[in-house]
Nanobody, 117 residues
Framework: QVQVVESGGGLVQAGGSLRLSCAAS????????VGWYRQAPGKEREWVAS???????TYADSVISRFTFSRNNAKNTAYLQMNSLESDDTAIYFC???????????WGQGTQVTVSS
């Protein structure tokens, strides 16, 4: 019953920045753990970052010094600020939301991030 919508992807040159948004509806947002995953062409899905209900974020080693994950529970939205983007960051980025009470997972449709130079 939870619907997840990502936005904010686009085309950016290497070294640039993007901010992705993940909005969830149909549930109590603060009961949701939010994660970002990405999938590059011909590659498997890769975990990027997660944020828990209290706002504590964790990151994959490849992005830990460049990405910042935050959430605004009042707006039912989480944000992934991506700085110093590299060509290896090119992928479709998917938001995953997990309800900590039901343990159900919900996925968005993805937003394309393309980094060029």
């Amino acid at each position: 019953q939870v619907q997840v919508v990502e936005s904010g992807g686009g085309l950016v040159q290497a070294g640039g920045s993007l901010r992705l948004s993940c909005a969830a509806s149909g549930g109590t947002y603060r009961s949701l753990v939010v994660g970002w995953y990405r999938q590059a062409p011909g590659k498997e899905r890769e975990w990027v970052a997660s944020i828990d209900a209290s706002g504590r974020a964790t990151y994959a080693d490849s992005v830990i010094s460049r990405f910042t994950f935050s959430r605004n529970n009042a707006k039912n939205t989480a944000y992934l600020q991506m700085n110093s983007l590299e060509s290896d960051d090119t992928a479709i980025y998917f938001c995953n939301v997990r309800n900590i009470f039901t343990n159900l997972n919900y996925w968005g449709q993805g937003t394309q991030v393309t980094v060029s130079s």
